[in-house]
């Protein structure tokens, strides 16, 4: 990763193309606020409760610890958000190289991702697992992609961990476990950290993509984000380190 909000996007397209061993992990103002132990939550309906779902962010600090080679981090840009840029710097330990933006997918660069995400996961020929909310209408993208599974993550993120928490290991060590070379788009609020370390320590080939709420106007038939509404202003920060 150059630190390049244009860049940064391209070469994790060639890295998806091309590397059997990948993970791509963001962070932002959601997981700050977590690790900051503040009440809060967001318009997809988790909530974290300051001093009670600690075992939660606990987990979430964890999963920010990753120093593998190919496991890349995206946190908070500085002139997007200072604050959380410099907080979660000192939480999440891997080299720069390895490191990139929260919004790489998003902000200036979803016009691409709409163009070219999808279809470099197609040229993969790669089976696909989709780790979300089973309301998801993934029908809407079987034809361009090979969706063989999805793993639901129903309610809410942070009490559906902490309840099932020994479960749910237990579902994704099965299904990272038994086959190399899938790619696994995940899409489960600030679990998705939780979710994608863990995994990649299960077994590191596959591809782990945290796609967030980039496919939420395709598979949930709405515009959750301010970046997906054409014309709005968000769809021309272009992120700097």
Not at 205 to 215: F, M
Request: hydrophobic share 35%; charged share 30%.
């Amino acid at each position: 990763m150059h630190q390049d909000h244009r860049k940064d996007f391209y070469e994790a397209l060639d890295m998806i193309r091309k590397s059997d061993s990948l993970a791509i992990s963001r962070c932002a103002d959601g997981e700050a606020g977590v690790l900051k132990n503040n009440t809060i939550g967001n318009k997809d309906g988790w909530l974290y409760k300051k001093d009670k779902n600690l075992i939660f962010r606990a987990d979430l600090r964890e999963s920010l610890t990753c120093t593998d080679d190919n496991f890349i981090y995206g946190i908070s840009s500085r002139n997007v958000d200072e604050e959380n840029y410099q907080f979660l710097r000192r939480f999440v330990r891997q080299r720069l190289e390895y490191m990139t933006f929260s919004d790489i997918w998003v902000n200036a660069n979803y016009e691409l991702f709409n163009q070219l995400f999808l279809k470099t996961i197609q040229e993969t020929k790669r089976d696909v697992v989709f780790v979300t909310n089973p309301k998801a209408k993934l029908k809407r993208i079987d034809s361009v992609v090979n969706i063989t599974d999805m793993i639901p993550v129903k309610g809410n993120c942070i009490t559906t961990w902490e309840k099932n928490r020994g479960f749910m290991k237990g579902v994704l060590d099965l299904h990272a476990s038994l086959t190399d070379g899938r790619v696994f788009l995940v899409a489960a609020g600030p679990l998705t950290n939780i979710i994608i370390y863990h995994m990649w320590r299960v077994n590191q080939k596959n591809i782990y993509i945290d796609i967030g709420s980039t496919l939420d106007p395709l598979i949930y038939s709405r515009k959750s984000r301010n970046y997906h509404k054409d014309g709005h202003p968000d769809r021309n920060v272009v992120d700097a380190w």
